[in-house]
């Protein structure tokens, strides 16, 4: 019975999620007259209620920590990658805020019209050199408008127990801004995998460090501080979220 109230409930969200995303993309393009702020509001509602789906139909419960780390001012957020949900729960805690895609996304009919609305750091990702530059000129241009900058350092989704290649894009705009960045880690990949349209019921533990400061220091150092603080939490954070179940994947891999 618990099976089937989890793949129920997971087809649900999950249709949910792709018959409103046109309606949102058209929605999207009604908010050209309006000022940004209010602009950002009414588009980002739609994630807002993709997560309250997500707790009344899967069962997904949120608990986030740190939030006291958070500083008065936008700086560069730079979380772990493991999951669909990220992209949309880090909405909850760093608003206004932009973030890293692809070009290609924005052009896409209706979607990516509605995603240019939200101003986001658009880059031609295979460029290597100029797209780090892309990064660092927008990014600074973002933060100065009062925006945080959520940039996922591993680029792309990597499951739950495995770690990806830390990209120096996030640590190279936060030096170059002079703004601290503040690191996520969490679960979310056990809940909710990459890949996957299933949703475990359960618990996603959001932990937010201190914020690591820029101001003087390498972009090397810099970018093995946050990488070393988001990867030693991992293993800590899912055992707090189910305790006493034993963790033995590795995040070394």
Known sequence: MKRLRTLVGSVLHQAILVLSLPVWGVLSLLTVPFPYALRYRLITSWGHFQLWTL????????????????????????AKHQSAWETLGLLRWFRPQTWVLKRELMRIPIFGWGLALLQPIAIDRGSGAR?????????????????????????????????GRYRAGGAILACEAGVPILPVAHNAGEIWPRGSIIKQPGVILVRIGAPVATEGRPVGEVLAEVEGWIEDQMAEISAQAYPGTPYTKSFRK
């Open 131 to 163: 797209a780090r530059r892309q990064v660092v000129e927008q990014g600074v241009a973002r933060l100065r408008a009062g925006r945080w900058v959520v940039i996922f350092p591993e680029g792309t989704r990597v499951p739950a127990g495995h770690k």
């Open 55 to 78: 707790e009344r139909l899967c069962g997904v419960r949120i608990r986030v920590e740190g939030l006291e780390h958070r500083p008065d001012q936008p700086c560069v957020v730079m």
